[in-house]
Every structure is written in structure tokens, then in C-alpha cells.
């Protein structure tokens, strides 16, 4: 392999890192350096037990960073997923290396143990994904040409949180960014900033700075506080004590608090003085703010009500699993913010730095959670690793202004791992010893607990396990479930709910379980199979999943002592529990697909927390094509955060509502409409406050004559502005109708002459899924210029059909 594009300079005398080509951005050019090294690594997919034996190997492929080897078989057709140890190498070249300083790796998350050498020297280990690390390499490079060795593995190891029965897949890989640091030998180890005093008058900011090395010389810390402005509000000059610095800034008057709807932050700049010379710098974004649980009531930030409207997120995307760009997290924490979410759940472990930033940055605060998912109790080694992964957690991530909540797991009861792992005593004991730990670490901030009902009263925050309409009973139960758990927990947080949506998939009567299931129930059972519940009688229609997200905003916007919710999830994401699904091994309770498109319940959110960004959606722009007998109105609904719709039904109106959460559906927005046979054109025309004019329209085919049963598959195809295809086959009956209720699952297959755009675990990225309305797709690209796209569709009740794309 050629290296020279990826070799480092590091030219230290002119403090200037130089990267040869522009490979490698760098941040923080200065008095210490941080260069991203992500590009330009090999990666054998090979779990070689040494230095050596790996290095003997020629099956190195050239890989840049962030990387998983599950992106593909994770939601490929085959069970399972590769769960061993690979190797990653990458050559470095550093100039001028300097005894007087240190240099460091530092890896924002690898998945999920992991062993780091350096020119063949083991300088460090980690235990536990989702959690940064440094490395210290000063002993171990040299002058001119370096080699690092990474080795990782993502195996069954019961001693390391989650659990293997976590209903998500556990990526191998070094799935997040890398850097090569510089820094003096004198250096900022750590900062740590509280805000013990906070009001709309004043406030008070605290800081402890720990320095690196023994103090020789004249040392002392300058701290600088600015606005947003870069406008210095404080600044001050404290002596270093025994290697640490306590700042104290008591009187910021009329500070601009941090909120979900203005986060504002400050810069607290440290900058490191030997004998009133700069040595070291680092900067902290700090956000001012008070909050509040009510006991048995609402919560309050900055001393105001604030209804917590929440959601989950896990962490990866279609077609790269966990190893995801900064960009791609960024979006995600922008699309949920667009949805006027205030706050997130990560799900179920620590996350990548890009997601606090954005958390800061936006406005969305944030729970927190250990990686404690389902295992129960495990041994003595597995005791210390989970406990150092919370102190990981909460070191990590301390200063970010957005987090409230440090969780302490979730459903960690469920299947043990070990023999005895669900003893509740000993369970409870152990989440005793995690709290106080959690406390002592961070005193400002709550810790919680998901469906673990014992140990409810030990942590500060409480969410009971409620699944109305989907796990258990109707969704119709959610009032009378949140109104139980009120009274009950002192500091209820409702998280959770939901259900999947096959995208496409519509119904003139969603199924809801009335006279099929208990309809009380909301309680999520550890075995489903006897629990008689909409998951398994319903349709997963997108219908049915709006009813039931319009039922429960409506709920919990009404409800004035309640904290709030966070819906599960916002992103389909892959599981490996979850093969018979409509999409193979993807979980579908996202509001939007694994490629963030949105699907109809995205809106339903929007018009409820949205109140910045007039819109109307009609529901819904994947059900273009209805039927029914002449004469029988149909039902149109509107989402809108407008006070008012109209809407019109080819070209004339069938009237003015008003929105009204106190109706249902779609807050009042909805029509009764008698469609023509054929092109029907709807307009759905939004009034904001201002007078000014949103709309949307959607073209619907309807029919007065009930499709027979499917009889054939055909396929048709149009070309992608990405230069793909969309095949789409579609179930017809003997007439030629499309079979809107044929629900089976279809095969894609590409012959010859490209290949599908498939294991994406996307609608239109699966190779094998199940028909909505009667239509699937699919994304194929051509890998050759002379030889045809041959496509194939097949089903169990038919042969296959053919395309050919020349």
C-alpha cells in the first residue's frame, strides 16, 4: 500500500501540524494539537491472537474511519451477525518528537474491548464500546515512521455490558472518530464545571482544573468567562495547589440561561501560565440552568413548567451501522429538533461526542444511560467493569449543560446472563451501590431507571414500563396507565411507547384489537407469546400508528401534572431478535426510516410540538391509491401546527376547521370526503397566526371496484436522480388491479449486470420484504456498462417475473 497520503508530519518547533495531501483535518492548532487521523487505515477481518500473526496476514483491506464489520451482516438475510476480534493498522509519520511532551491516541468509541499497540509495543487497553478513551504513546513512537495496531472484538462476553439479549445489534468496529494528540508535559488533564448557583439575576460558576505532572515552577491557572459575542464577562487568576485549580466565578449578573428554546452558551476559556507564559489552553462551552422534578408533579427549568416531549435514538444509519460521520449524528439531533422534540433518551448506551455537542447546541436535554441493558446481575468482573463504565459516562460527559439524567440501565432484570443475575435483592443492592457511586461523582444531577419496579424508590427518576396499544391492552388505556403511575412514583417519567409501521402500508380500518385483546392492559410482558396484544393481530399499517400517537400526545399535552414522555424510537434500527419482521432484522417503531426519511407519524409529532415552523401534512403521501363502493366517504386527515386548515377536494372546498387538541383525530383536522372514480387531487390549505398560507397536496387514484385476489407480480422501473433504479413490483389481480390487502412477502434478486441496494434495512433497501398495499421496491445500480439489469421478483405464491433494464 501507498501511505504517503496518509502520512503525518508533526512539526512541532513551529507548533503547525503538517498533513501531507488534506487528508487529516486538525483542531485546536495551537498550544496543544488534535489531529483527526480517521483516513487511511487497513482493516483485517481476521482475529488473530498476536502482533505477529496478524501482521503475517495479507487479507489487509484499506478502510477509513469510523468502521464496523457488522454494517452489511447485521441486516443482511442470513442469521446472525460476525461477533470475534479484528485488527486495525494505520502508519503514522511524526517529526521532531520531543521528550518534553506527551502524545496520545485518543478513541472516541471501539467496540467493544479493544487492545491498542504501537510500533508492536501494547500501550493501552479498553473495556467497553460507546465510551471514549485515551492512550499514551510517548514511549512508544519514534522519530520519522510509526505503526499502530488496534485490536478489537465484539465477541459473547457476558462480563461486559449490554447484554447479548439487548434487542439491538453490538457492532464491532472502531466506530467513531480517532485523534493524535500533542501535549506539553505540563498539561490540562481534566476540567470539571458546575453551576451551584443559578437565577434569572445572577449566577455562579465552578470549575475544577486538574494538571498533569508534578508542579516544578511557577504555575497558575487564567480563567476567562465570554459570551456568545466573545465579549470577556469574567476573568480571573487562581493558584494551582497540589496539581489542581479551583475557579470560582460568584457574581454573573442577568447571565442568559441555557433552555430548550434559547441555548445559549458561555466559553470558559483555561488557559495554563508558567511564570505568565501561555503553556496549555482548552476551551468548555458552559450553559446556565436550573431544573426541577416536582414531587409528584411537573418539571421546571430554569423555573418554569416545561413538558418533557421526548424521543430515543440508537445510534446508526443504513448502510454504515454504528459508524457514523459527525454529519450524520448532526442530522439526526436536527431532524428531532425539527419535530419540536425537547428532550432524548440515548438508548441504551453513552453516544458519540458529535450528539451532546448538538444536544447543547439545540436545545434538547438529555438523559443519559449506562449501558446496563437486560443480563441481570453478573460476576465480580462484571460488577467492576459496569461500574467503571458509569464513572467513564459521567467523566465524559459532565460539562454538557443538556444532560439531566444519568440512567442506570434499563429492563435489567430480564434474562440473566448469570445463574442467580435476577435475584432481586441482590439486584437492588447492586443498583444501591451505582446510585450513591452516580452521586458522589455528580451531586447536580438525577440518576434513573427504566422497568426495574424494586428499585423504583433507589434512584431519583422512575420510568415504569407502559406499552398501551401495542404490548399490551388499547391505546385508549394510556390516560388511565398515566394517571396510576402519577400517584404512585414521586418522579415519573414516562419512557417508551409506540409501536412499528410498515411504511406504504394504509388501511380504511386499522385493526385495534377491540374484542381481541384486554383492553386495560399496558404492562410490556418478558414473554409475548401468551399475551394477546396488537403487535401480533395488528396490521402495522401507518394508520393505525398515527391513531395511536395522535391519542397519546393528546393525552399528555392536556395533562398539566405530567412531566412527560419520550416515544420509542425516533429511527428504525436493526435488532437481531427481530428476523419475521416486514423489513428482516429491523425494529420499525422509528417516526422515520433507517435513511431519516419520515414516515406519517413524524408529522403527527410536528403538529403537536412544532411551534416555529408553520406546515400541513396530509395523511398520507405513500397512500395514493384507494377504494370503495361510489357513494362512501372516506376519511382525510390533516396534520398541522396551524390554528386553521382548509381543505379542498379537486378544486373545491370541503371546509374551514379549527385545531382543537382536545379532538380526535388529528386535533380536529379531519374531513369526510366522497372521491371520484379515478385522479382525485387534494389541497390542504394552512392559516398561521399571521394570516400567512402553508399548503400541501397529494394526487389519490381512487376506484369504486374492489380488487380480487393477487394472481400475478409485474415489475416496472424508473431511473434515480442518484443515477440508481427504483424497481417496484406490484401484486395485480386477474383484472389487472392492484391487490391493495396482498401483504406477503416478495424476493428481489438481480440476475445479472448490477447488483440491489440491498441489507440496508431501508423500504426500499431490503431484498427480501413484505408487500404494503401491494407494492414493494427496490434500489439496484448497474456494475457494468454492456452487460443488462436482469431483475428478478419472486413470492411463495408465485413465480418469478423478470426485468430487464438495457
Same mark, same amino acid.
Given at each position: ?14 507548533? =503547525? ?110 473495556? +467497553? ?77 465552578? %470549575? ?35 496539581? $489542581? ?22 466559553? /470558559? ?48 444509519? %443504513? ?15 436536527? /431532524? ?78 430480564? /434474562? ?12 437492588? @443492592?447492586?443498583?444501591? @451501590? ?19 419496579? @424494586? ?42 411507547? +409506540? ?25 410490556? %410482558? ?63 417503531? +422509528? ?33 395514493? @391509491? ?71 397536496? /397529494? ?15 409485474? =415489475?416496472?422501473?424508473?431511473? =434515480? ?8 413490483? $406490484? ?32 423500504? $426500499? ?42
Amino acid at each position: 500500500m501507498n501511505y504517503s497520503c496518509y502520512n503525518l508530519n508533526f512539526v512541532f518547533g513551529m507548533l =503547525l501540524a503538517i498533513i501531507t495531501g488534506s487528508c487529516n483535518p486538525v483542531s485546536e492548532i495551537g498550544l496543544r494539537q488534535k489531529i483527526n487521523i480517521n483516513y487511511g487505515w487497513q482493516y483485517l477481518e481476521h482475529n488473530a491472537r498476536t502482533v505477529d500473526e496478524a501482521l503475517t496476514h495479507s487479507a489487509w483491506q484499506e478502510v477509513d474511519l469510523p468502521h464496523t464489520w457488522n454494517a452489511k451482516d447485521a441486516t443482511d438475510l442470513t442469521p446472525g451477525y460476525r461477533r470475534d476480534g479484528s485488527w486495525y493498522r494505520k502508519k503514522i509519520k511524526i517529526s521532531n518528537v520531543s521528550v518534553d511532551e506527551v502524545y496520545q491516541l485518543h478513541f472516541e468509541g471501539v467496540n467493544i474491548t479493544s487492545k491498542v499497540y504501537v510500533n508492536g509495543k501494547n500501550v493501552g487497553e479498553h473495556i +467497553g464500546g460507546y465510551i471514549g478513551f485515551n492512550v499514551d504513546i510517548s514511549n512508544a513512537i519514534n522519530e520519522g515512521k510509526n505503526e499502530i495496531l488496534v485490536y478489537v472484538n465484539n465477541g459473547y462476553n457476558p462480563e461486559v455490558i449490554p447484554s447479548q439479549k439487548s434487542d439491538f445489534f453490538i457492532y464491532g468496529g472502531i466506530t467513531r472518530d480517532v485523534w493524535l494528540k500533542k501535549l506539553p508535559a505540563q498539561h490540562i488533564k481534566d476540567i470539571k464545571i458546575t453551576t451551584p448557583e443559578v437565577t434569572n439575576s445572577n449566577a455562579e460558576l465552578n %470549575a475544577k482544573i486538574s494538571i498533569a505532572k508534578p508542579i516544578e515552577s511557577n504555575i497558575s491557572i487564567q480563567a476567562l468567562l465570554s459570551d456568545s459575542d466573545n465579549n470577556v464577562v469574567k476573568t480571573e487568576i487562581f493558584d494551582v495547589v497540589d496539581n $489542581t485549580a479551583v475557579i470560582n466565578f460568584n457574581s454573573i449578573t442577568n447571565p442568559n440561561l441555557w433552555d430548550t428554546k434559547n441555548p445559549y452558551l458561555y466559553r /470558559l476559556t483555561i488557559k495554563l501560565m508558567e511564570n505568565d507564559k501561555v503553556i496549555d489552553q482548552v476551551k468548555e462551552n458552559v450553559g446556565f440552568r436550573w431544573f426541577e422534578f416536582k414531587d409528584y408533579g411537573a418539571f421546571y427549568l430554569n423555573g418554569k413548567r416545561l413538558k418533557l416531549r421526548g424521543t430515543h435514538r440508537h445510534e446508526e444509519h %443504513a448502510g454504515v451501522g454504528s459508524a457514523m460521520s459527525n454529519s450524520q449524528h448532526r442530522a439526526d439531533i436536527e /431532524l428531532i429538533k425539527e419535530m419540536g422534540a425537547n428532550f432524548i433518551r440515548l438508548a441504551h448506551y453513552p453516544q458519540d461526542p458529535e450528539i451532546y455537542k448538538a444536544c447543547d447546541e439545540l436545545g434538547i436535554l438529555v438523559w443519559d444511560e449506562l449501558p446496563w441493558c437486560r443480563g441481570g446481575l453478573g460476576n465480580d468482573t462484571w460488577e467492576k467493569n459496569t461500574k467503571n463504565m458509569l464513572k467513564e459516562m459521567i467523566y465524559q460527559n459532565y460539562n454538557h449543560p443538556s444532560i439531566i439524567i444519568w440512567s442506570l440501565g434499563n429492563e435489567i432484570y430480564w /434474562l440473566p446472563d448469570f445463574e442467580g443475575g435476577d435475584n432481586i435483592n441482590q439486584l437492588k @443492592e447492586y443498583l444501591s @451501590e451505582l446510585n450513591d457511586f452516580a452521586h458522589k461523582l455528580d451531586p447536580t444531577r438525577k440518576t434513573a431507571i427504566r422497568k426495574f419496579y @424494586e428499585g423504583s424508590d433507589i434512584v431519583d427518576v422512575f420510568s415504569p414500563s407502559i406499552w398501551s396499544g401495542w404490548y399490551s391492552g388499547s391505546y385508549k388505556s394510556y390516560q388511565k396507565a398515566v394517571d396510576t403511575y402519577k400517584k404512585e412514583y414521586k418522579h415519573f417519567l414516562h419512557t417508551e411507547y +409506540g409501536g412499528s409501521s410498515h411504511v406504504g402500508r394504509h388501511t380504511e380500518n386499522p385493526i385495534t384489537g377491540e374484542g381481541k385483546i384486554q383492553a386495560d392492559g399496558w404492562e410490556e %410482558a418478558i414473554v409475548q407469546s401468551d399475551v394477546p396484544n396488537i403487535a401480533k393481530v395488528g396490521d402495522w399499517s401507518e394508520n393505525y400508528i398515527v391513531d395511536l400517537f395522535d391519542w397519546h400526545l393528546r393525552i399528555s399535552e392536556n395533562d398539566t401534572a405530567f412531566v412527560g414522555n419520550a416515544q420509542w424510537a425516533f429511527k428504525d434500527f436493526g435488532t437481531p431478535l427481530r428476523p419475521e419482521n416486514p423489513i428482516p432484522y429491523m425494529n420499525q417503531k +422509528g417516526l422515520v426510516d433507517r435513511n431519516n426519511n419520515p414516515k406519517d407519524a413524524f408529522y403527527v409529532f410536528k403538529s403537536y410540538w412544532n411551534d416555529t415552523s408553520p406546515f400541513a401534512y396530509i395523511e398520507s403521501h405513500t397512500w395514493d @391509491e384507494r377504494q370503495g363502493p361510489k357513494g362512501l366517504k372516506r376519511s382525510v386527515s390533516v396534520y398541522s401546527n396551524c390554528p386553521e386548515v382548509e381543505l379542498f377536494l379537486n378544486e373545491k372546498s370541503v371546509g374551514v376547521k379549527k385545531r382543537n387538541i382536545n379532538e380526535f383525530p388529528a386535533a380536529g383536522l379531519n374531513w369526510d370526503v366522497d372521491f371520484k372514480n379515478g385522479k382525485n387531487t387534494l389541497l390542504a390549505l394552512g392559516k398561521t397566526k399571521t394570516g400567512d398560507i402553508v399548503k400541501d397536496e /397529494l394526487n389519490v387514484n381512487y376506484r369504486f371496484v374492489k380488487n380480487g385476489k393477487a394472481k400475478s407480480l409485474t =415489475l416496472e422501473y424508473n431511473q =434515480l436522480e442518484n443515477g440508481k433504479y427504483l424497481v417496484t413490483a $406490484t401484486a395485480l389481480d386477474n383484472n389487472g388491479l392492484r391487490a391493495l390487502d396482498f401483504e406477503e412477502r416478495v424476493y428481489f434478486q438481480c440476475l445479472s449486470g448490477g447488483e440491489t441496494q440491498k441489507a440496508m434495512g431501508t423500504p $426500499t433497501g431490503s431484498e427480501v420484504i413484505e408487500m404494503a398495499n401491494g407494492r414493494a421496491s427496490i434500489e439496484v445500480y448497474k456494475t457494468s456498462k454492456n452487460i443488462p439489469l436482469k431483475i428478478m421478483v419472486l413470492s411463495q405464491d408465485f413465480k418469478g417475473t423478470y426485468l430487464t433494464i438495457k
